[in-house]
């Protein structure tokens, strides 16, 4: 709970609103002498006598709800306090208006108040003219909350994607690093001179991976040199058993993907498709944008997908999740045995266009 020093000041909003609403309740005050045809010197000085200790009150209320953290209440804990405060407030504005007049103004004896019963009627209209600020206060201050609540559930709904893109990189990292020292190390006793090439090609891609681990989306001419690097450094291992052609539209080059995503669809039909066969086979990687603004990006290799047997495991599920956050329902990943041609596994990669690419730092 704040003390009442240490209260923030307020805003220029509410001296602004404080000036507006009590400059037209002494213009309603004057309308009314005016209507009753008592408008004079006196009635103005008046109405500055009753306007302005009102103002001073809702000033001095508004500190004591913000040291006494009000806002915060539930809605009868706060009744209950503001009945009682609008009561003391109203009697004590209704005193000092009163000694203000009488003493200060000291109008014509038919302008000056007078009788309980007159006391009394002011005091409820005070009162009346409390609960209307209270409520314009509440109502604007649960606004703010309001908002305010809603920036902070965006800000945690960020915070949340953010965390969940770096776990999802962070798994298919590792998982991509140890494939490619397994290569090399079939190799270093055999050739040493194709292990240190083999080692040259994995450090760019390994560069690549570590650079963009902080970055949502590449360029697909990016991603598509790290796709020739590993497909560089498969043939050096599988020799003539792999075969591959890239046809890539110009106008897609630009198109922003998620880092690493076609390197992972290229792994998987070497590891599952064409590593398994003693004969090898084709990889044919193709990239369109359509007049829909979509991008449609399909690799092809010799294979056979069976998913009631074989179990996607994390690199493909990963790209799910990381194009389900980037892009929603807009952007599917798709995996299947192509109907038309036998032993051929086709991996479909369909995603919005949105906007310009941002340059890598």
């Known amino acids: 709970m704040l003390s009442f020093a240490s209260v923030p000041a307020?805003?220029?909003a509410y001296w602004y609103c404080q000036a507006l609403g009590w400059t037209l309740y002494a213009?309603?005050?004057?309308?009314?002498?005016?209507?009753?045809?008592?408008?004079?010197?006196?009635?103005?000085?008046?109405?500055?006598?009753?306007?302005?200790?009102?103002?001073?009150?809702?000033?001095?209320?508004?500190?004591?709800?913000?040291?006494?953290?009000?806002?915060?209440?539930?809605p009868l804990p706060l009744l209950g306090r503001l009945l009682v405060t609008n009561l003391v407030l109203s009697v004590l504005s209704q005193v000092i208006i009163?000694?203000?007049?009488?003493?200060?103004?000291?109008?014509?004896?038919?302008?000056?108040?007078?009788?309980?019963?007159?006391?009394?009627?002011?005091?409820?209209?005070?009162?009346?003219?409390?609960?209307?600020?209270?409520?314009?206060?509440?109502?604007?201050?649960?606004?703010?909350?309001?908002?305010?609540?809603e920036v902070d559930k965006w800000k945690l709904a960020a915070a949340v994607r953010e965390a969940e893109m770096r776990t999802l990189k962070a798994q298919i990292n590792p998982h991509f690093m140890f494939n490619g020292l397994n290569n090399i190390r079939a190799l270093v006793m055999e050739d040493p001179a194709r292990a240190r090439h083999m080692i040259t090609h994995l450090s760019d891609l390994l560069r690549y991976s570590i650079q963009l681990n902080s970055t949502e989306q590449v360029p697909l001419r990016?991603?598509?040199?790290?796709?020739?690097?590993?497909?560089?450094?498969?043939?050096?291992?599988?020799?003539?058993?792999?075969?591959?052609c890239l046809d890539v539209d110009p106008a897609a080059l630009d198109v922003a993907i998620p880092p690493m995503t076609l390197q992972l669809l290229v792994?998987?039909?070497?590891?599952?498709?064409?590593?398994?066969?003693?004969?090898?086979?084709?990889?044919?990687?193709?990239?369109?944008?359509?007049d829909s603004n979509t991008l449609h990006i399909t690799v092809r290799n010799t294979g056979h997908y069976a998913p009631a047997s074989s179990h996607p495991g994390v690199g493909v599920r990963n790209a799910r999740e990381r194009l389900a956050l980037l892009?929603?329902?807009?952007?599917?990943?798709?995996?299947?045995?192509?109907?038309?041609?036998?032993?051929?596994?086709?991996?479909?990669?369909?995603?919005?266009v949105r906007g310009e690419v941002r340059s890598e730092k």
């Open 267 to 290: 792994e998987n039909a070497i590891k599952h498709g064409l590593a398994p066969r003693p004969a090898g086979g084709t990889i044919q990687l193709t990239a369109q944008l359509n």
């Open 327 to 352: 892009f929603g329902p807009a952007a599917h990943l798709h995996l299947a045995n192509d109907p038309h041609t036998p032993d051929t596994v086709v991996a479909h990669l369909q995603l919005p």
């Open 98 to 149: 009163w000694a203000l007049i009488y003493w200060v103004v000291r109008p014509a004896p038919d302008g000056q108040p007078h009788g309980w019963g007159q006391f009394v009627g002011y005091v409820l209209n005070v009162n009346f003219i409390l609960w209307l600020w209270e409520g314009f206060y509440f109502g604007w201050h649960y606004l703010g909350r309001y908002k305010q609540a």
């Open 27 to 74: 213009g309603f005050n004057l309308v009314l002498f005016s209507a009753f045809g008592r408008f004079s010197l006196d009635s103005v000085a008046i109405t500055v006598a009753i306007v302005l200790p009102i103002a001073a009150l809702t000033h001095a209320l508004r500190y004591c709800i913000r040291a006494r953290d009000w806002a915060s209440l539930s």
């Open 10 to 12: 307020p805003s220029r």
């Open 222 to 244: 990016r991603e598509l040199e790290i796709v020739e690097h590993y497909l560089a450094l498969e043939a050096i291992q599988l020799e003539e058993r792999l075969h591959y």
